[in-house]
């Protein structure tokens, strides 16, 4: 049974970095991807990165050569790094783990999700 935990919201000022952070205590490596999404309120909620178990990766193109994201050697914990963080970047970030698409609605239904960490980004 696939149990996502996150860590590592805070709030921060522009400019800073945060890293987040998940565990799937019950993966199976089962080749699938592991990602985080993010909604704001009022906002289109937004597939932020993914990684899938042989390291192929997506970034939206808002977040590119800001975030990164890495899996570990176990294919169980994803990590996001977050630099040069904007006060755009505040959001409810959630950690996702099977097929991930675009469309959140569609991947709320498909897999598992965490129950979020909020990230708050002062100017």
């Known amino acids: 049974q696939v149990q996502l935990v996150e860590s590592g919201g805070d709030s921060v000022q522009a400019g800073g970095s945060l890293r987040l952070s998940c565990l799937d205590s019950g993966r199976t490596n089962d080749g699938t991807d592991m990602g985080w999404y993010r909604q704001a309120p009022g906002q289109k909620c937004e597939l932020v990165s993914s990684i899938s178990s042989w390291d192929k990766t997506y970034y939206a193109d808002s977040v590119k050569g800001r975030f990164t994201i890495s899996l570990d050697d176990t294919k169980s914990r994803v990590t996001l790094q977050m630099n040069s963080l904007k006060p755009d970047d505040t959001a409810m970030y959630y950690c996702?783990?099977?097929?991930?698409?675009?469309?959140?609605?569609?991947?709320?239904?498909?897999?598992?999700w965490g129950q979020g960490t909020q990230v708050t980004v002062s100017s």
């Open positions: 996702a783990a099977g097929y991930l698409g675009l469309d959140c609605e569609r991947s709320r239904r498909l897999n598992a």
